[in-house]
Nanobody, 123 residues
Framework: VQLQASGGGLVQTGGSLRLSCAAS????????IGWFRQAPGKEREFVAG????????YYADSVEGRFTISRDGAKNTVYLQMNSLKPEDTAVYYC?????????????????WGQGTQVTVSS
């Protein structure tokens, strides 16, 4: 599975961004997709995830109600709509693919990773 993340940028506090994760590969439909982020000097942390076939989504408490994950099966793309952005959301955002069937929220539960896309929220 190959993943390509895009859509990062610089935005002011309270603004919005939409990240995209384009997936490709023969068995991509059997993978769940997650978004993680990593700020300088901090560990990579889970943000949001979605089951590819079932459609169930789940979020970290820190983004619940502000971020929405969705997928477009026809385009093999998963989106992360980020609203009401805060300076603490500043990080490099990564998308990843997992075969785990439950709510995968740990780095080690993911098998494939895309390159990161930088999100910077100015105060």
């Amino acid at each position: 599975v190959q993943l390509q993340a895009s859509g990062g940028g610089l935005v002011q506090t309270g603004g919005s961004l939409r990240l995209s994760c384009a997936a490709s590969g023969r068995t991509v439909s059997s993978y769940g997709i997650g978004w993680f982020r990593q700020a300088p000097g901090k560990e990579r942390e889970f943000v949001a995830g979605v089951s590819w076939s079932g459609g169930g989504s789940y979020y970290a408490d820190s983004v619940e109600g502000r971020f929405t994950i969705s997928r477009d099966g026809a385009k093999n793309t998963v989106y992360l709509q980020m609203n009401s952005l805060k300076p603490e959301d500043t990080a490099v955002y990564y998308c990843a693919a997992t075969k785990f069937t439950g709510s995968a929220m740990r780095v080690y539960e993911y098998d494939y990773w895309g390159q990161g896309t930088q999100v910077t929220v100015s105060s």
